[in-house]
């Protein structure tokens, strides 16, 4: 729809988005951990922080919400790229090469926030491609050999997911 159109009644549109919803991480991680310290908080975002450091109108800046979680959950699908991201024509039939690209330069935004830890949110639904047992494992290894250890999710809307994909090699 037309974003211009909304109306946000709490919203004084003069604080900007990233602030908003960074102070609202911040509240929120607070008061969870005041009352329940073993929480973990964790919070998705979309795949495009990652790719730079302002917030594109989304309100969602990795450099603000990072020291406010546990971990962050960026939803890497390769799908919701933009043709021509990274050089390809369809990034949804490139799963490796997309998910390396974007985690390594996620990794350089949080340079402030060591401890956070990042799990990104994989595809495992067929969107621009049809996505084999072979294609998500390589969002897997993309993950890993990234540098992040911290694991991964994988997504599917219809909770459909590969059993393929899961098993051993």
Known sequence: GNISAIIYPSWNKTVL??????????WFSK?????????VVSIDVFGD???????AGLGQRLKKLAPHVDVLAP?????????M????????????????????????LLVDSPNTIMRPGLQDFNLGATYTPAMIRA???????????GG????????????GALKAK
């Open 139 to 149: 969002q897997m290894t993309a993950t890993t050999d990234a540098g992040f250890n």
């Open 49 to 55: 922080v990652l790719l730079k450091d302002w917030d």
């Open 75 to 83: 939803m890497v699908y390769p799908s919701h790229y933009a043709p």
């Open 85 to 108: 991201s990274f050089g390809f024509k369809n990034p949804a039939e490139h799963p490796y090469e997309i998910i390396y690209q974007s985690l390594i330069r996620g990794r350089a």
């Open 152 to 163: 991964w999710m994988l997504w599917n809307a219809k909770n459909i997911y590969t059993n």
């Open 31 to 39: 008061e969870i951990k005041l009352r329940h310290p073993q929480i």
């Open 17 to 26: 988005k990233e602030d908003v919803i960074a102070n609202f991480t911040k």
